[in-house]
């Protein structure tokens, strides 16, 4: 499947809302979104400001998934990805993952990294982050709290310039608190 990127225009709010409330998000703050919400983040400029792009993934004549990039004016970006249910598990969120990775550092030369979140439990983003090489920085204990009530762990991923621009990964300095006691 050919894959295509379109960037998000606010014209496209009532397609926005649809894709939204389409679906379920279930590695999201809300698994489940409303109308009224959806229309509320559109108004407000969520999915396109100063500091924030979105990008439809397009294939097979329709938008498969949203990618949105934040905090555009730092030098490290941060992302947002949703892949529709029926497309989840075919490559996409690397495609998009890859996608974007790709767009930020060669739009924005001054960006040092780009950085995601996700939940512990959401092995498939997770490996995704692995195989396009980006890698865990931080685990997050009860970090990221669901609607239900419950609080999952959250573990973040980045990506160096330097290491993308070389096909290389490197591992952060775990052991350094040896180092910082006295």
């Known amino acids: 499947m050919d894959l ?26 809300s698994p489940v979104v409303d109308a009224e919400r959806a229309r509320q983040w559109a108004a407000e400029g969520r999915f396109g400001n100063a500091e924030t792009e979105s990008f439809w993934i397009d294939g097979d004549g329709e938008p498969l998934g949203l990618v949105r990039l934040m905090d555009l004016g730092d030098s490290t970006p941060v992302f947002d990805l949703r892949i529709r249910s029926r497309y989840r598990g075919r490559g996409i969120g690397g495609h998009a993952l890859t996608w974007l990775t790709e767009h930020l550092f060669t739009a924005l030369p001054r960006i040092r990294r780009i950085e995601g979140t996700t939940r512990r439990d959401n092995a498939a983003m997770r490996r995704t982050f692995r195989r396009c090489g980006y890698v865990q920085e931080a685990h997050y204990r009860e970090g990221w709290p669901s609607a239900d009530g419950t609080v999952h762990d959250a573990v973040g991923y980045a990506i160096l310039r330097r290491d993308w621009a070389a096909g290389t990964t490197t591992a952060p300095a775990w052991d350094d608190e040896r180092t910082t006691e006295g």
């Open 4 to 29: 295509t990127y379109r960037r998000y225009a606010d014209a496209d709010a009532d397609d926005l809302v649809a894709f939204l409330t389409g679906d379920t998000w279930p590695f999201h703050g």
